[in-house]
């Protein structure tokens, strides 16, 4: 094998030319030619009919949600939505494929001629750069099912003793997103790659079309990479690196494919046309199968399917349904909210923008769901390795706890036993408030008794106050505090101190 | 000679019942004992379904003692096409690859049949995959020819042909791609329907060339052929080419049969050379009967139908390419390991070289070859354009006349083994059938006489627009009460 080059000094002599698909699995209640369920994670063969087990004799019928959708996504990436348009079949065998022929599009996609812009946020966390991405087309097609090899030591077919074929996942709609050739700055190309799948992501999740899980497989990249000598305009051999599945491993596969590529470029030798495997390990390729574009799919129009033909008023309807491009999302919200750009990033790199957003609108302040959710929420999804969202604490609840400091019941100390509790699924904030005893006191008498005996117990900084150190009294408020574990209403022990020692 | 109650008309079965002077258990049965005495010769089922034929009978006639009101044809029986999905039945599609395999489900005209309570006594055979004109290339040797055993049924409905003119069954379902159902009827002496594409369901029939397919009704006389064809035609949500649009009024007009003032165009280029004497005459005489019985005759010129063959046999091998991928030996149907430790892609191609026969083979290679990356032009693509030119054929003669005929088939019967050799000149025998499918337009062979110089049956092809299937029944039934339509008296 050829020495990997290393990336920036790749970049001294080529200039990359990417090109990234990117299958999205929809979220239909069924399937795309029968009506199967969809649920992830079902038995094996539970999922499955006659359709789309390839029974002899069984036809398909158009998922008109899954049209709806293709359209609706083909109109976000800012496609042309065709007039009339076929599905084609797309012939190989391979086990896990029940007609031995893919239901999808061929010459005549649904969507075509659309691009997205996006911003590549600059490394030192400034204003970033934005990138138009062109989109080639999206098309409409069906998944395949899963081979799950047995025997082997890598869970790959060679070395296998036999496969196991599980078709839940066969005829599950799918959205196939090809870019035109992207060609930016070298060293941007690996960032790039991974904001376009990000944004596809978030696209995805705001069409509310998709689950857009990259570690489900509902979001899946694969990235075609091709090198040319600096200032050259011919083309490279390109591989195909497939199903990265991660945003960072979008990045690194770029990363590695122009080393490699550089490797086997300086040493005089041939790029071979293959398609690669990603290594979440050590961020490495291997080669898969070998392809070339004499690769004969014998396409044709699927006779059993009769042509798509959305009228433009559907169209119109649609794009009318479009929620706001996430971009100009994030920019209204930032300015509503009054975030710094870092905040911004911050909350989003988190995966916490809609949870922000969603307890601001349960009524709290900007910077008190920003100080939740990064703060002490952000840390226990680290500390686990829970996603955010995934941690067990609704928006509602975060915001219901900050209308509990608000109405001074708790303080901020006692809050983060409050979520302690919500988290350990004792209850609502309120039924842990009770649970816990965690309330603040108050009652003059309790905390009356309290500050007397911090007064007793501190006589010089009793004795500061009297003379006009006002600041001196935190550290009466902290004796209190400590008397009453914590549960004191601070502001009450504050007034109470300044009373009796003016 | 038979006398009993197989060689009745379905229609006046039905009255019978009605009448209260026999029962569905009755005449099911003596079609099964006529099964039981000639299928041996005819081999025309490939699986009898005794048990469920009786059940259905016995329910249908409880149903009727009852006094409930039933659909005009329950009770009487039917036989149905082997490449039919019968839930709980074998079905084959005439090829060792799915030997033994029982389908889960019912395609929607075996439904519809259910729902209509017809017993259904068994599936006929066919050519492999309903690909030939013979019914030799049945994987389970071929069905025979009623009145002559030695001859072929013709094909692919060849089964279904030759138990409704052996008097096995008063009705059958076949499927037509290319003339499968209309040749063998016509070959046998039996009224054969293919409908308008999209006007039956396939939704559960083993598709041959998916834009090509149409099931369609197989009977003694064309009344029969309606209320089959009413029966089973019909809007299906399963089947995405299936037509949202009501039934065309086809019993109606079998029983009207009037083609006073009616517009006949005789096509030019189906006649002549290259049609047997006997079958060109047989023709002539009925064309002067409809004439006589006031229909307007008129010649018309469909040019493109020359090329109708050559186009046939690269769209529908195309599609049988794709179509017959999933007989893959994963999930059903015939394994052949050929080592231990064979791959997926070993077991594969070991299973389809010994599942599938010559034909098919022939027919996935021609395919296969067709679709092929810088070929799809010259020979899909072109083809599709010639589907387009016959359908403008059609169209500009359904200006002129309201039907056109023309044989059904250039031949009588031929011996079996006379053309296994020769696939190009059996291939030709679907030159007057073909047009229609590749236009998605209806067509219905009608048996005429027998042909002077073969002393077999001889049929006659009407053909109409797409839709406008209830002209066929209109004419064929006026033509049928001119012609003496042949007597089978005693399979030979």
């Not at chain 1, 539970?46 to 083909?74: D, H, M």
């Amino acid at each position: 094998m050829t020495a990997l080059v290393a990336f920036e000094d790749a970049l001294t002599r080529y200039d990359p030319v990417m090109g990234l698909e990117v299958h999205v699995e929809l979220n239909t209640a069924t399937k795309m030619f029968c009506s199967c369920a969809t649920t992830f994670g079902a038995e094996p063969n539970t999922q499955v009919c006659p359709v789309c087990l390839g029974l002899p004799g069984a036809l398909p019928v158009v998922n008109a949600k899954g049209v709806e959708s293709a359209i609706r996504i083909g109109l976000a990436l800012n496609c042309e939505i065709a007039e009339w348009c076929r599905f084609a079949r797309k012939n190989y065998f391979y086990p896990d494929m029940p007609k031995n022929f893919q239901t999808s599009q061929y010459d005549e996609p649904i969507a075509f001629d659309g691009y997205v812009d996006l911003t590549v946020p600059a490394e030192d966390g400034g204003e970033g750069e934005t990138y138009r991405i062109e989109i080639e087309r999206a098309h409409m097609e069906e998944d395949t099912g899963k081979s799950l090899h047995v025997g082997g030591a890598t869970g790959r077919i060679h070395g296998a003793s036999h496969s196991l074929l599980d078709y839940n996942r066969a005829g599950i709609p799918l959205i196939e997103i090809v870019t035109k050739t992207i060609e930016v700055p070298g060293e941007k190309a690996p960032a790039v790659a991974r904001a376009y799948v990000n944004y596809l992501r978030d696209l995805m999740v705001a069409l509310d079309v998709s689950d857009a899980r990259m570690d489900q497989g509902s979001l899946r990249a694969d990235v075609n990479l091709s090198l040319k000598p600096r200032g050259s305009d011919v083309l490279g051999t390109r591989s195909e690196t497939k199903n990265v599945n991660s945003f960072r491993s979008v990045e690194r596969a770029v990363r590695y494919e122009i080393g490699r590529h550089a490797g086997i470029l300086d040493a005089g030798e041939k790029v071979v046309q293959e398609t690669r495997h990603f290594h979440e390990a050590d961020g490495s390729t291997s080669a898969g199968r070998e392809k070339s574009d004499a690769e004969d799919y014998r396409y044709f129009p699927e006779p059993d399917l009769a042509p798509v033909a959305p009228s433009r008023e559907w169209v119109e309807e649609l794009r009318r349904t479009l929620p706001e491009p996430p971009a100009e999302r994030r920019k209204r919200l930032q300015a509503e909210w009054g975030f710094s750009d870092l905040d911004m990033r911050d909350t989003v790199g988190a995966g916490a923008l809609d949870l922000v957003a969603a307890t601001i609108a349960a009524g709290t302040t900007p910077a008190a769901a920003k100080k939740w959710w990064l703060g002490e929420l952000a840390r226990r999804s680290n500390e686990t390795g829970t996603e955010i969202a995934e941690l067990g604490i609704t928006p509602q609840q975060v915001a219901e706890i900050q209308g509990l400091i608000d109405a001074g019941r708790i303080n901020d100390k006692l809050a983060r036993s409050v979520f302690d509790g919500v988290l350990a699924g004792e209850g609502t904030p309120e039924e842990v408030v009770v649970s816990r005893g965690l309330e603040v006191v108050s009652d003059d008498g309790a905390l009356s008794e309290a500050v007397d005996q911090a007064i007793a117990d501190n006589p010089d900084v009793a004795d500061k106050i009297r003379g006009g150190k006002v600041q001196a009294a935190g550290a009466l408020i902290g004796a209190v505090m400590k008397q009453m574990r914590g549960q004191a209403d601070a502001a009450r022990v504050r007034e109470l101190i300044l009373e009796k020692l003016s | 000679m038979t006398t009993d109650v197989t060689t009745a008309s379905a229609a006046s079965i039905a009255e019978a019942f009605a009448d209260g002077d026999t029962t569905s258990v009755e005449v099911t049965q003596a079609h099964l004992e006529r099964i039981a005495s000639v299928d041996e010769r005819l081999n025309a089922f490939l699986h009898v379904d005794a048990e469920g034929a009786l059940a259905t009978a016995a329910e249908v006639d409880a149903r009727r003692a009852a006094g409930e009101e039933l659909p005009a044809l329950a009770g009487v029986p039917i036989a149905v096409k082997d490449l039919i999905n019968t839930a709980g039945q074998p079905t084959t599609a005439g090829s060792k690859m799915l030997e033994g395999w029982i389908p889960p489900y019912d395609a929607t005209v075996v439904t519809r049949l259910r729902a209509a309570g017809l017993p259904i006594l068994g599936k006929t055979n066919l050519d492999e995959f309903a690909m030939g004109s013979s019914n030799e290339h049945s994987a389970y040797g071929p069905a025979r020819n009623p009145w002559d055993t030695s001859r072929i049924p013709g094909g692919s409905s060849g089964g279904s042909a030759a138990a409704v003119a052996g008097y096995e069954a008063p009705l059958a379902l076949g499927t037509d791609t290319g003339g499968s159902i209309r040749q063998p009827g016509a070959m046998t002496g039996i009224v054969g329907v293919k409908p308008t594409y999209g006007g039956v369901s396939r939704y559960g029939v083993i598709a041959m060339a998916s834009s090509l397919d149409q099931v369609g009704p197989m009977a003694r006389t064309v009344l029969d052929a309606a209320l089959l064809h009413e029966i089973v035609a019909g809007h299906d949500p399963m089947d995405s080419t299936s037509i949202e649009r009501p039934v065309p009024p086809v019993v109606e007009a079998a029983r009207r049969g009037d083609v006073t003032g009616l517009r006949i165009g005789v096509v030019r280029e189906l006649g002549g050379e290259g049609f047997q004497p006997g079958v060109q005459s047989a023709f002539d005489r009925a064309v002067e009967q409809l004439a006589q019985s006031g229909a307007e005759i008129v010649e018309v010129g469909c040019p493109s139908f020359a090329h109708g063959i050559a186009a046939y046999y690269l769209v529908m091998p195309s599609e049988v390419s794709s179509n017959l991928a999933r007989f893959d030996a994963m999930r059903y149907g015939l394994r052949t390991v050929p080592h231990q430790g064979a791959s997926a892609e070993q077991v594969m191609a070991a299973s389809r070289d010994a599942g599938f026969g010559d034909e098919v083979k022939r027919r996935i290679i021609l395919g296969t070859y067709a679709l092929s990356s810088g070929y799809y032009d010259a020979y899909y693509g072109s083809a599709q354009k010639v589907r387009t030119l016959i359908a403008r054929d059609f169209e500009a003669a359904f200006e002129q006349v309201d039907v056109l005929v023309s044989p059904t088939a250039p031949t009588t019967a031929w011996k079996l083994g006379e053309k296994s050799d020769d696939p190009l000149s059996m291939y030709l025998e679907d030159i007057a059938t073909i047009p229609a499918n590749l236009a998605g337009v209806p067509g219905l062979s009608l048996p005429v006489g027998l042909a002077e110089d073969s002393g077999l049956p001889v049929g006659v092809q009407f053909l109409a627009p797409a839709m406008a299937d209830d002209r066929l029944y209109n004419a064929a039934a006026a033509l049928e009460r001119l012609v003496d339509t042949p007597k089978l008296e005693e399979v030979r």
